[in-house]
């Protein structure tokens, strides 16, 4: 296993994450997994073993019994990995029951903390962006939260590039605690966060947290043009995320990904954890199995070391179209370009 540091704080995590949203597996969560106590006992021994010290869940992932079974599953080794959590979705019927308001914000982190099991969360997580409440009163609560020591770290997920730069200025104003790291989309069936979110993730010092980094078992191997929907796995079962919006594009990456594994005697999917953990920015990729053999396999990953030949076949069979003013920057004063923008144009250039 390796490590880096998250963004410029000073936490150090595993290039690979054990997610959880398959523990519990109920309403929602279903198709992703149904693992219980003793099976998360097992993943995590696993996940330890190999190296793994951050473990990441959310409050909505089986409305709670997911960090329920966390919690359970550590008992007294609690302390011996990082835990991060999650808080935006709806945990109740209520009005107030969702958001990032201070009253929403204060609340779910106690019943969080209740269910872990825990007197603290190593990385507190915005799930996603509230356009209703005020940054300020966002900020300011999970700030009191970090002070009187129920949280360590901040982060967002699922923000735009723009809330992002919003959040930090607004931390900065109110010399408040600000984001060490963005959770977030990102895998060669879909590289968007390039455009902005990794520049600006370069620019300000963050780190990134990729979920879903094999798409949603999509860069499995499992996945072949032609084929039928595999039985068993997450599309069958009605899972939607991510969209596929050019499948041709999406069996050509899949093509590639099963030459360069075939070549290195391993999966597709290890290779494109392997892939995505060689990108700028990029701390960790989080993986989560239904089965201990996949989990095994994704482990792996962290070992595996793609040649320049094979990142530059992977990105140029996954490339997305150089939207505005990116192809007009490429094209005037190269010379001027930040290592932020070269993460982006560089290969334009």
């Known amino acids: 296993m390796k490590y880096r540091q998250l963004g410029r704080s000073g936490l150090i995590v595993s290039t690979v994450t054990l997610g959880t949203m398959g523990?519990?597996?109920?309403?929602?969560?279903?198709?992703?997994?149904?693992?219980?106590?003793?099976?998360?006992?097992?993943?995590?021994?696993?996940?330890?073993?190999?190296?793994?010290?951050?473990?990441?869940?959310?409050?909505?992932?089986?409305?709670?019994?997911s960090e329920e079974i966390v919690g359970k599953a550590l008992g007294s080794d609690r302390d011996s990995v990082l835990i991060a959590t999650k808080v935006r979705g709806a945990m109740g019927e209520g009005v107030n029951d969702l958001g990032l308001s201070r009253h929403h914000i204060i609340r779910a982190a106690e019943s969080s903390l209740r269910r872990l099991g825990t007197d603290h969360i190593d990385l507190y997580q915005l799930h996603e962006w509230d356009g209703l409440t005020p940054l300020e009163e966002t900020l300011s609560a999970l700030d009191v939260l970090v002070k009187s020591g129920k949280v360590r770290y901040i982060g967002c997920s699922n923000f735009a590039a723009w809330q992002v730069m919003k959040a930090l200025w607004t931390s900065d104003r109110l010399g408040a605690e600000s984001f060490v790291s963005q959770q977030l989309y990102y895998s060669l069936q879909a590289r968007d966060i390039e455009t902005e979110l990794v520049p600006v993730s370069i620019d300000q010092g963050l780190g990134i947290l990729v979920w879903s980094p094999i798409a949603g078992g999509l860069l499995s191997g499992k996945y072949r043009r032609g084929q039928d929907v595999p039985a068993g796995t997450r599309r069958f079962e009605g899972w939607s995320e991510p969209p596929v919006y050019d499948e041709d594009k999406l069996y050509d990456t899949i093509d590639v990904l099963l030459e360069i594994g075939a070549a290195h005697g391993v999966s597709a999917a290890r290779v494109a954890l392997a892939y995505t953990l060689a990108k700028p920015a990029v701390t960790s990729v989080i993986i989560g199995a239904r089965t201990e053999a996949q989990l095994a396999d994704n482990l792996a990953a962290a070992d595996l070391e793609l040649s320049a030949e094979e990142l530059e076949r992977l990105d140029a069979v996954s490339a997305q179209d150089l939207p505005y003013p990116y192809w007009h920057q490429a094209n005037t004063k190269p010379s001027r370009l930040s290592a932020a923008d070269l993460s982006l144009l560089g290969r334009h250039l």
């Open 23 to 65: 523990f519990g597996g109920t309403g929602w969560a279903s198709p992703v997994g149904h693992i219980d106590v003793d099976g998360a006992r097992r993943q995590i021994g696993m996940a330890k073993e190999a190296g793994v010290n951050l473990i990441d869940t959310a409050d909505i992932y089986s409305n709670g019994l």
